[in-house]
């Protein structure tokens, strides 16, 4: 019941010594109703001041898809009722001329189920895998067995069986990879990661998935690709793809989303371009200390509205950071690096600050 | 009582409950800095501010057939960004990773987004308010209430100092606060009575 430290909360003037008491009565649900009057008087003096940051398009984009794709799911139920009515009546009719049809039907499940699997045995018999490792601050691209290219991003790593051709193109892929497979439309292409599986017949794709990352992002230049998780054992199919649409599931809330993008910024990275197209702050860095193998901290929120769009290309970190701190109000330290006990230095580690010029 | 202004005409809004997805799209224009500093006051960080509001949004649409009254627009709103805002709240509050940043994030770094502090007299009107509810309560339950939220007794202090069995206890409290919800939701319907006829 402690109105003073709840309002000291909310703005912003809590001491650290008892937020957590502060955070553990507000999220009693008992104190729904009793804190109402509080959240009320909070509502009416909050500002519609905007943000720092831009994409409010962006924003609205993806409730709009949001929307779609749970009326989707309601269209769907009503479909489905005038189906299974269309369905009972024909069914009348079908099932007096259906005996005639049983023997054959049953003849042609027969062979079509059991030829594929006799095939398929034979071929997972002798699996040998080959592993390719691109580690922090280096980038990689190979043609696997069938003619299908990857490239591999930073501290990346793929898998794939030797025997890789015919019916099980997959390959297991730690980290960001851009893939051009070759057309297979009976063979379909996996790319298998923790979270999701992306499955693709001829295509160019790209998948991103670190295991420091709680999410899993993919985006189709060319083709079709369908993204799937496995959920006992069997994949299941989240959501299929058109070109120019970037997929994002973020494990945290377990909520995906769906965009309509320009590629080029996702897949820039394999041309060896470091770009940014509105993005903010700590996705910026986040990409530096993958490239440049660094830590990099932000210390302070405010920074972390900041946007940026800007293009890099053969440039070291220090140009990098130089660049985008003529641009905003930030000023970058490199800290002093000590030696590890192996005599190796340690990572570089660099501190963003805020810094208003002039 | 100061009342806040309109951010969206009433044909907007009854538009948007017809389902014009324009009146939406100018709903979201708005309200949408609004409810992200609201959202934000709450959560204090980018991405739960954005995905909250999001879900605000998502909810807003789906449920706007259940929109009866236009002038009760702005106070619908503000239920769905509070009961919204809340259960994330609530699911973080639980989560060390969090709490270790409100802990260690700079107070001055976090956004302030009012356009008023709350005054001393506000913060007394709010604590009145709640008394008055309390106050109304019956004796031991109050008694029992006040032990567990304003001295911070457990259960089991509050029933060695009453004298009466723990289960008691959690009977009163429980009691308590269904009450405290009822009283609550009357004063509060004649508050927004005499904003609708201020209005």
Known sequence: ????????????????????????????????????????????????QKRLKSGETARLNAIHHKINLSGKANNQKDNSRIRRLMYSTTMKVLSRAAVWLVIPFLSFLALTMWFPKSILINNQASVVHTEVVA??????????????????????????????????????????????????????FFVETKKMTVKATGTKFNVKAYDDSPDFETTLVEGRVAVMKTVDEKRRLISKLDPNQHFKFKSESSKYIVKDIDPEKYIAWKDGKLMFEDDALPHVMRKLERWYNVDIIIEDEKLKRLTYKATFFDETLDQVLEKLATVSPIKYEYEKREFNENGTLEKRKVTIKYDLKN | MKIAKKLVDEATINQFIA?????????????????????????????????????????????????????????????????????????????????EYL???????????????????????????????????????????????????????IATSMNISKNTVENHIVKAHKYLRESLKKDYFIVMLLVSLLN
């Open chain 1, 1 to 48: 019941m402690d109105i003073k430290g709840i309002i000291n909360y909310l703005t912003n003037h809590y001491h650290k010594d008892n937020v957590r008491d502060t955070v553990d009565n507000l999220a009693d649900e008992r104190n729904n109703e009793l804190y109402e009057p509080i959240f009320r008087m909070l509502w009416r003096k909050t500002g519609s």
């Open chain 1, 135 to 188: 580690p922090v601050g280096s980038q990689i691209n190979l043609t696997l067995p069938d003619g299908s290219k990857v490239w591999l991003n930073h501290g990346s790593r793929l898998t794939y069986p030797q025997c890789f051709k015919g019916a099980c193109r997959t390959v297991h892929l730690e980290g960001e990879g851009f893939f051009e497979v070759e057309s297979d439309f009976k063979h379909p």
């Open chain 2, 19 to 99: 389902g014009d997805v324009k009146a939406f799209d100018a709903i979201f224009e708005a309200y949408n800095a609004k409810l992200e500093n609201f959202a934000y006051s709450i959560l204090k960080n980018e991405s739960d501010t954005e995905e909250t509001v999001q879900e605000i949004f998502v909810k807003l649409w789906e449920k706007r057939t259940s929109l009866k009254q236009t002038s009760s627009f702005e106070s619908y709103l503000f239920s769905v960004a509070y009961n919204t805002s809340m259960t994330l709240i609530r699911k973080r509050s639980k989560e060390k990773h969090y709490l």
């Open chain 2, 103 to 157: 802990e260690n994030v700079n107070t001055d770094s976090l956004i302030n987004v009012l356009e008023s502090e709350f005054t001393e007299e506000e913060l007394q009107q709010l604590q009145q308010r709640l008394n008055k509810h309390i106050e109304a309560l019956p004796a031991k339950q109050q008694e029992a209430f006040k032990l567990k939220h304003f001295d911070r007794l457990s259960y089991q202090e």
